[in-house]
């Protein structure tokens, strides 16, 4: 298996082609967070005053690039000075660096006008105070919205960039005005952005790629095509922290569906993201607490053997309780019964399975699915 090779990036050796992408988890404490300007009071900043949901930010000036531009290298060298192996540098998804490589969002007229130069400062600071870093830059191969870049141009801007600073490139898509693109829903097909990392090959550096890649079979063609050389599972890692031990274990980890409503739905409203398919997604600190109960003295039944109901017996029989599944239910097979209707409606993501345990996650005696009490 391809997946479970290790990787050489820069002078680090990754053991595996898996990787965790930069992911916003809302899991900070309310110090740790980036208020809304509603709240904090301050006025956002950008490469030019081009509105965006309502608000219009304030202009760079040069000194204030120039500011950011050390900002960055600060940052890289906390990195170093932690013996940090990788640094990843985010020039993807619309946020600041993007902005600057973006026509949409870059209209100035000075030296910043450029669109590489920011971003070619910033590399050239991250590698000058950490040497001994694996450098990744991440791309979007495509903004997905009009008057934005498509893949030709963001080729044709990574050709002019100071690539002998990297050591690898992070492919994934979109901005914030095409979200669908960066956190694509479950009818998108796996591995979409395959293509797209495929086209960055001609830089001759590692290439990694993102987007719905949920399972080691999709992960596996990826890599065995020659289209990339890493694979970033993110949400996938949410429905199942385990899922790279279990994938290169070849056991079938619990799967994301994509349906993006307890991660990217909820995320824009401050609160801690959670995942439909894993109750435990941001509990993990607080799940040992009432396990004080001995196997058996307690019994618990669970009505109903769909996703809910193996879901539920799942997590709580890792609480010393005894479990008795009502087999009167009409159907035991973990997929949604669709309620009749008078109109065609349109495909939805699968989701048979995508509750229950692999048999290797742990040693838990398992439900009685057989028994009524």
Not at 283 to 298: N, W, Y
Not at 323 to 335: C, K, L, N, V, Y
Request: glycine share 10%; charged share 20%.
């Amino acid at each position: 298996m391809k997946l479970g090779q290790p990787l050489q990036l820069g002078g680090h050796r990754l053991r595996n082609r898996v990787v965790s992408p930069p992911m916003e988890r809302n899991y900070g404490t309310p110090d740790g967070r980036v208020a809304d300007p509603a709240v904090s009071g301050f006025q956002p900043v950008a490469p030019s005053p081009v509105p965006f949901r309502g608000r219009t930010p304030r202009e760079l000036t040069i000194a204030d690039v120039e500011e950011l531009t050390v900002a960055f290298g600060a940052a890289a060298r906390r990195c170093a000075e932690a013996a940090v192996d990788v640094i990843e540098v985010h020039a993807a998804h619309g946020y600041l660096i993007h902005q600057f490589l973006s026509p949409r969002t870059n209209r100035r007229t000075d030296r910043y006008a450029d669109p590489v130069r920011f971003l070619a400062d910033v590399l050239q600071q991250v590698r000058a105070v950490a040497p001994h870093a694996a450098v990744v830059l991440r791309l979007s191969a495509f903004e997905g919205v009009p008057d934005g870049l498509d893949a030709i141009a963001t080729l044709a801007l990574t050709g002019r960039l100071p690539l002998h600073l990297v050591d690898a490139l992070d492919i994934s898509a979109g901005c914030y005005e095409a979200g669908e693109w960066i956190v694509q829903p479950g009818e998108v097909d796996r591995g979409v952005l395959a293509p797209y990392a495929a086209m960055f090959r001609v830089f001759g550096k590692p290439v990694g790629v993102a987007g719905r890649i949920v399972t080691g079979d999709t992960a596996e063609e990826i890599l065995a095509s020659g289209a990339a050389d890493f694979v970033a599972v993110g949400r996938a890692l949410h429905a199942d922290p385990g899922w790279t031990a279990a994938t290169l274990a070849g056991v079938l980890p619990r799967p994301c569906i994509g349906c993006n409503q307890g991660c990217i739905d909820v995320l824009h409203t401050q609160q801690p993201i959670w995942c439909l398919v894993n109750p435990g997604a941001g509990r993990e600190a607080s799940r040992g607490a009432g396990r004080g109960a001995s196997p058996g003295r307690r019994r618990v039944l669970v009505a109903g053997a769909g996703v809910a109901g193996r879901a539920s017996s799942t997590c709580v029989t890792g609480y010393g309780t005894r479990i008795h599944h009502d087999r009167t239910a009409s159907s035991r097979s973990g997929e949604p019964t669709a309620p009749e209707s008078p109109r065609p409606t349109p495909p939805r993501p699968p989701v048979t399975g995508c509750c229950f345990s692999r048999p290797a996650r742990s040693s838990r005696p398992r439900p009685d699915h057989g028994r009524r009490a």
